[in-house]
């Protein structure tokens, strides 16, 4: 590839932005799992943690409880960046994993939520596991 540009910045900028396209094709190809994108994985792990929270007491409960709230941030944002109603979109989504819909996220094309794996909406899942654990790993540390 050859990239021309104005200025170093911003041809060292789409260097990066190409590299780390090409990366996660590279292990989309590695790795043929994948999971529903638009924040359905993070639904429903906040379901599953909200849930198991439950059922233990003590300080505990109320780091898992957070972790599961700080999860539910990635449909936030993305809801917020399309310019959707975020409380809106996260209530639904909230609803529908609730009620077993583990794929459903935000749909950007229709304003709502919808089956995203369906859809064809998807992010290998070693892609997501690596930065489900970087910011395990980021938060260890800012609380050690």
Not at 31 to 46: F, P, R, T, Y
Not at 64 to 73: F, G, P, R, S
Not at 90 to 109: C, E, S, V, Y
């Amino acid at each position: 590839l050859i990239l021309r540009g104005g200025a170093e910045q911003f041809i060292d900028e789409t260097e990066r932005s190409l590299h780390d396209a090409i990366m996660i094709v590279r292990r989309a190809l590695k790795n043929d799992s994948v999971v529903a994108g638009g924040g359905a994985i993070e639904m429903e792990l906040s379901k599953e943690l909200r849930n198991y929270a439950k059922t233990i007491h003590g300080k505990e409960q109320l780091l898992i409880t957070a972790y599961a709230k700080a999860l539910e941030i990635i449909p936030r944002q993305l809801c917020d960046n399309a310019g959707f109603d975020a409380t809106t979109i996260l209530n639904k989504l909230r609803q529908k994993h609730a009620q077993g819909g583990k794929w459903m996220g935000m749909d950007i094309t229709s304003e709502d939520i919808a089956d995203n794996f369906d859809a064809c909406v998807w992010e290998p899942s070693i892609v997501k596991r690596n930065a489900l654990t970087a910011a395990c790993e980021a938060c260890c540390v800012i609380l050690s």
